[in-house]
Structures are given as C-alpha cells and as structure tokens.
Nanobody, 121 residues
C-alpha cells in the first residue's frame, strides 16, 4: 500500500507540528518511525486502526499523540513541546497483519512512506 506523509517542517524549540500519513487503502496497523542524525531508525508511536489502541516510545510519551481517521485511512502524529533532539526524518509505516513482532521493530511493518523532515532549532 502506498503511504504519503505530510506536515513536516521547521519549528522552534517548544513548538508543535502535526504530521499526517494517508494510506491509499485501509490497513490494520500503522506507526511513525524517525531517524535522527547519526542514530538508527526508531519507532516513535504505533496505532491499531480499528481499535485505536496506541503505543509510544518512552522518549516521546506525554509529548506526542498518535491518532487515526479510519474512514480516511489516515494517521496523525501531533508533536508538542518539540526539542532539538526530535530533529530527524519521520516515516510512516503500515502493515496488514494483526500479529507480528513488536512495533518497535521495523520488520513489523511491510509498507513504508518516503519520510518527511522535521527540524527543531
């Protein structure tokens, strides 16, 4: 399934950004990953499209909120109180399977977007 991200950009420390990811068909499970400069790709948040149950990385819990509009096959990532350490490329991921490895493992997700740059300064 094709995933199209939008909403990245530049923001000052303490600012807010909202990312969107549209899937061109319905999927079961979607997530946001990021790759910060000099670091490995890491899972930021994930959500089951049907139930809305969500998960967060410890580093973003309380600051980021993942949500979905299942009717529009869209997942959002609201990022608040951004810090310079949040700078990176944010990528949307999706999978059709109910079962699989932990969401923090990239191999959990079959489909990936191209990513959108988030810069905090």
């Amino acid at each position: 399934v094709q995933l199209v991200e939008s909403g990245g950009g530049s923001v000052q420390v303490g600012g807010t950004l909202r990312l969107s990811c549209v899937a061109l068909r319905s999927t079961y499970y979607m997530a946001w990953y990021r790759q910060r400069p000099g670091k490995e790709r890491e899972g930021v948040a994930a959500i089951f499209i049907g139930s809305g149950v969500s998960y967060y990385a410890t580093s973003v819990k309380g600051r980021f909120t993942i949500s979905r509009d299942s009717a529009k096959n869209t997942v959002f990532l609201l990022m608040e109180r951004l810090d310079t350490d949040d700078t990176g490329v944010y990528t949307c991921a999706a999978d059709d399977s109910a079962l699989g490895p932990a969401w923090t493992l990239p191999r959990r997700f079959q489909y990936w977007g191209l990513g959108t740059q988030v810069t905090v300064s």
